[in-house]
């Protein structure tokens, strides 16, 4: 229980890391070369590529520290698996949000960030952090099948 509870606390670091490049990047994005007036949709743009950095960022956070004993061959094989994780977390905030805004009719700027930053993200680190271990960087799914306990 120890082992799991300190790689817990380093994947909690690594996506903490994630968040503050995420923000900051769009952000930075958001005020420069992709501000609305610069770019009709330029949030939108800004938000993809800061997000796509965060995820990029987290995978080799996680790979390299929080799941070293664990990572698998190929490495492209893994990135793409953590790809679709982080994805599906992603997907689990804007479904929180989507709730609270369409079928609760909560609307309100608090209300957005409790529903997407706070639910939305804890139930997709959640989910992301079950994926990651047990499939995305799980060792045992490299062994030759002979080798595999059921």
């Keep these: 229980m120890p082992h799991l509870l300190a790689q817990f606390a380093r994947f909690g670091a690594v996506g903490l890391v994630g968040l503050v490049v995420d923000i900051a990047l ?10 609305p007036e610069a770019v009709e949709s330029g949030p939108i743009i800004a938000k993809i590529i800061s997000t796509s950095v965060a995820i990029a960022v987290n995978w080799v956070g ?4 929080s799941f070293r004993l664990r990572r698998r061959r190929p490495p492209t094989r893994e990135a793409i698996e953590f790809a679709v994780v982080s994805l599906g977390g992603m997907a689990i905030a804007v479904g929180c949000l989507v709730i609270s805004r369409e079928v609760l009719g909560f609307t309100s ?11 939305g993200l804890g139930l997709g680190s959640l989910f992301r952090f079950a994926l990651y271990r047990w499939w995305v960087f799980h060792p045992r799914r490299d062994a030759p099948a002979e080798s595999r306990v059921s």
């Design 62 to 65: 996680s790979r390299y520290w």
């Design 26 to 35: 769009f952000n930075l994005l958001r005020v420069t070369v992709l501000s």
């Design 109 to 119: 700027l608090l209300a957005d960030n409790i529903a997407s930053n706070v639910v």
